[in-house]
């Protein structure tokens, strides 16, 4: 009976943060951005991820209340302990950007949360990180071609330029002067202007 009631509670629990974080998105799309702040953050202090983010964005942008980077990362690192993959990919993009070259541990943290949420389908992450290892201290540009390729099946125009210039240069991959046109053609065509100024060249 104990166990029953207690997964009661914890269905109840789940059930509240869902239907807040549901009043907060309704909010927040009729701009009312304290109400969906609140909504958030109530359904966030319950340990819901998908509020967590949603605070997180709130702080990152300002939306509801006081724009806070720090607080935006608190959350985002919370989501992301949930496997969250947007707040992964958040996440890891503050820790690269506010760490120190010698903090190891906390860059490493940034690039294993940044390849789950890439491989959780994230396209954004997916471009980051092929550019990420392109253009590392020590590039490892075959990993950085598999990322650029994934960002580019998922309709990602300037990973599909970055795709064209790996084949042109042979970085990751042998040199295809006709693969590389074809990766500029149809990056160009989804509105690269960097493709198209390739291309003339």
């Known amino acids: 009976l104990e166990e029953a009631a207690f997964q009661l509670q914890q269905v109840f629990r789940i059930d509240i943060s869902i239907a807040l974080n549901i009043l907060g998105i309704e909010s927040m799309r009729a701009g009312h951005y304290r109400i969906a702040y609140t909504c958030f953050k109530l359904a966030a202090d319950r340990g819901y991820s998908k509020a967590q983010f949603n605070v997180g964005l709130c702080y990152q942008h300002g939306r509801g209340t006081a724009k806070d980077l720090e607080k935006a990362a608190?959350?985002?690192c919370r989501a992301a302990s949930s496997c969250h993959p947007m707040a992964?990919?958040?996440?890891?993009?503050?820790?690269?950007r506010h760490t120190p070259e010698d903090e190891w541990d906390r860059h490493q943290k940034a690039v294993t949360f940044l390849e789950q949420a890439a491989m959780a389908?994230?396209?954004?992450?997916?471009?980051?990180?092929?550019?990420?290892y392109m253009k590392g201290l020590q590039p490892r540009e075959q990993r950085g071609l598999k990322y650029l390729l994934l960002a580019a099946k998922n309709g990602d125009a300037q990973s599909r330029y970055h795709v064209?210039?790996?084949y042109e240069k042979g970085l990751g991959v042998q040199q295809n002067l006709a693969e590389a046109m074809r990766h500029y053609r149809q990056s160009a065509a989804a509105g690269n202007r960097n493709a198209r100024e390739r291309l003339r060249v």
């Open 74 to 76: 608190f959350y985002y």
């Open 88 to 96: 992964q990919y958040h996440y890891a993009r503050y820790l690269l």
């Open 121 to 132: 389908g994230i396209t954004e992450a997916q471009a980051y990180l092929g550019v990420f």
């Open 164 to 166: 064209g210039v790996c």
